[in-house]
């Protein structure tokens, strides 16, 4: 993209990632196990790496702040984190924060919009 303001929305990214290959997502379960979509296997913070995070905040309304991470995990597998931020996280409590917090950053250009 050569206008980086054109993308301004969650869904816009999402569109953008899904048409490089990035479609499935990460998700943490109730249990607090990381799972990647439609997969039983269960992550650590050191199976996945985040490749680049897009910040998203609402201009008229702080719940429509959110955050996509694009993950890779170490068999190579794309995906992506969403997570809306502030007082309406999608993952309540700490073990979801906490697990984020452990999960290694390694910036790539690959995904720069």
Not at 35 to 55: A, C, G, Q, V
């Amino acid at each position: 993209m050569e206008n980086s303001d054109a993308m301004t929305t969650l869904s816009q990214v999402m569109k953008t990632m899904s048409q490089r290959g990035v479609s499935r997502e990460f998700r943490m379960n109730d249990a607090g196990e990381m799972k990647f979509e439609n997969s039983e296997k269960s992550y650590k913070p050191e199976d996945l790496t985040i490749l680049k995070s897009y910040r998203f905040e609402g201009d008229s309304n702080p719940d429509d702040n959110a955050v996509l991470y694009v993950v890779k995990d170490t068999a190579g597998n794309l995906g992506m984190i969403i997570d809306s931020y502030g007082a309406d996280s999608n993952y309540p409590g700490e073990k979801f924060d906490e697990f984020l917090r452990d999960i290694p950053i390694h910036e790539s250009d690959e995904f720069n919009l």
